[in-house]
């Protein structure tokens, strides 16, 4: 066997084996390719030179009550001792999560598990295909649905990709690609001209009720509105994408907070705190078309669904979600960053404009707020990924790629909100100088 020379620094050594040295796509990111993390406690992480990040990246948004905390990790060492994986029938903590799911959200009749976001979507498009023998899925850009071919198109697109078919990947077949139509967020006319047009094929609309792989863009109640009608009128099936939204924004998810229900949704990340989680919920006849029930057709499998030690994390960061004020407190901190960093950023005179909602923000330079994708189209990249490397090399860390939101967790403080304003003005100073 190879084995590494000893002066091989720990990021040669993965470049060596991992493709980039990294596990996914999304952490090959600039001028970052020789972090290697070695610990993460709270509202911070440490890379293997010892050196503190505050973190506001938090994993794209699993860890709501912040890295590594004790409860969830007691829960995991203790699920851990008694279980690993036994692959047949069902587990009590499988249940009470079902139950947990079931009664927070409302669209969920019935639930099962996954272990990723990715594989949650994979299943609501496939048994909306299945039960209305239809072929399209709408979906919108700016939204990120996780990696299969039917969603891996138009999330990040370059102004002059807007508005055709921008796959993220090569390797995608093209009738598969013409299987998704690609509408504008915010558009409710948009909507209703697909349907006139379309309605008849459309098997289901996936859609982010807050598009937050774009950074924060806010809802207009017409436009789900227009969705949950439209779906309703043609018979397809709507789908929310709340991997983010759910349980971050608040214990019944983006539905509870717009009270527009869908018929499937999709949830993941800060349900298990940092555990690999994904959860597929809704209406009990959609659901129960799945092959966990005898003989329904819809095939649905996972070795790990369902694992004992994240049905563990899950449980405990549900019971800690809804028994301390952990939603009130990031709430308050994310309404002190959304008001107070405008007024450190106007004396630079650089146009910027700070959104967000409950746990979230992001600061986009650009002179308001955005409503779609296209508007997103005149924040100041340069500017948007510039400060943010500064930000990291005064130990804060926001994750230093375009459009990319923060979060705050239950272990952020007052403090550290006080250093990431004056972090801010800091790094956008010299990121103008
Ligand atoms: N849906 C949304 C809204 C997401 O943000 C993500 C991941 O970032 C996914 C689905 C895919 O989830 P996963 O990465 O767990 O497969």
Known sequence: MQQPAPSTSLPERARRVIPGGVNSGQRNVPGLTDLVISRAQGASFWDSDGRQYTDYHAAFGPPLLGHNDPDVAGAVAEAGRKLDLCGVGVTEGEIELAETLVELIPSMERVLLTSTGSEATFHALRVARAVTGRRLVVKFQGCYHGWHDSVSLNV?????????????????????????????????????????????????????????????????????????????????????????????HGLAGWQGVSGVVPDLTTMGKAIANGYPVGALGGRADLMDQFSSRPGAPVFFAGTYNGHPAVVAAALATLRKLRAEPVHEHVFRLGERVRAE?????????????????????????????????????????????????????????????????????????????????????????????
Do not use: W
């Not at 390797?171 to 047009?197: H, K, Q």
């Not at 598009?211 to 043609?234: K, S």
């Open 156 to 248: 990040i697109s370059a102004p002059e990709r807007v508005g055709g078919k921008d796959p993220i990947s090569t390797g995608i077949l093209p009738e598969v690609l013409d299987a998704t139509l690609v509408l504008r967020f915010n558009d409710p006319d948009g909507v209703r001209a697909a349907f006139a047009e379309h309605g008849a094929d459309i098997a289901a609309v996936i859609v982010e009720p807050v598009p937050h792989n774009v950074g924060c863009l806010l809802p207009e109640q017409e436009f789900l509105q227009t969705l949950r009608d439209e779906c309703t009128a043609h018979g397809s099936v709507l789908v929310f994408d709340e991997v983010i939204t759910g349980i971050r």
């Open 341 to 433: 960093l405008p007024g450190v950023l106007a004396p630079l005179g650089v146009p910027a404009v700070v959104t967000g909602y409950g746990s979230v923000f992001v600061t986009y330079f650009m002179d308001e707020l955005p409503r779609t994708y296209e508007d997103l189209l005149a924040n100041d990249t340069g500017m948007f990924v510039g400060y943010r490397r500064r930000m990291v090399d005064q130990g804060i860390f926001e994750l230093p790629l375009n459009l990319k939101r923060s979060h705050l967790s239950y272990a952020h403080t007052d403090a550290d909100v006080d250093r990431l304003l004056e972090a801010t003005e800091r790094a956008v100073r010299e990121q103008l100088a």
